[in-house]
C-alpha cells in the first residue's frame, strides 16, 4: 500500500513561487500515476496537474497552465509541483494523489491513494 505524504506549502507572495513535494511512504512512485489537487474554503476539490504511470503523459488544469509544472526525480520516490507566477487565487490546500498503473487523469475519483494535504497560501 502506497502512503502519500505531501510538503513545501507555505505562505509566499504574489508573483511567487513554490515547490511542492510528494513523497511515498515505504515504496517508489514506479509504475504509479500522479496527480495534485486543490481546493479553496467553501470551493470544490479542482484538478491541478496529472501524470501518467509511465511519465509519457502529462495534464494541467486551464488555470495553473504554463505557470505549473509537474514531475518527479529519476527514482521516481519524490514527485514535485512546482508553482511560479503564484496569484492569491492560488491559495488552497494541495493535495497530492497516486494510482498505480493509473493514466494522468483529471478525475479525483481515478486516484486511490491520497495525502492529507499541504496549505499553500499567496498573498497580494
Known amino acids: 500500500q502506497v502512503q502519500v505524504v505531501e510538503s513545501g506549502g507555505g505562505l509566499v507572495q504574489a508573483g511567487g513561487s513554490l515547490r511542492l513535494s510528494c513523497a511515498s511512504s515505504?515504496?517508489?512512485?514506479?509504475?504509479?500515476?500522479m496527480g495534485w489537487f486543490r481546493q479553496a474554503p467553501g470551493k470544490d476539490r479542482e484538478f491541478v496537474a496529472a501524470?501518467?504511470?509511465?511519465?509519457?503523459?502529462?495534464l494541467y488544469g486551464d488555470s495553473v497552465k504554463g505557470r505549473f509544472t509537474i514531475s518527479s526525480n529519476n527514482a521516481r520516490n519524490t514527485g514535485f509541483l512546482q508553482m511560479n507566477s503564484l496569484k492569491p487565487e492560488d491559495t488552497a490546500v494541495y493535495y497530492c494523489?497516486?494510482?498505480?498503473?493509473?493514466?494522468?487523469?483529471?478525475?479525483?475519483?481515478?486516484?486511490?491513494?491520497w495525502g492529507q494535504g499541504t496549505q499553500v497560501t499567496v498573498s497580494s
Open positions: 494523489a497516486a494510482q498505480r498503473y493509473g493514466l494522468a487523469s483529471r478525475h479525483a475519483g481515478s486516484y486511490a491513494y
Open positions: 515505504g515504496r517508489t512512485f514506479v509504475g504509479y500515476a
Open positions: 501524470t501518467s504511470w509511465s511519465g509519457g503523459t502529462t
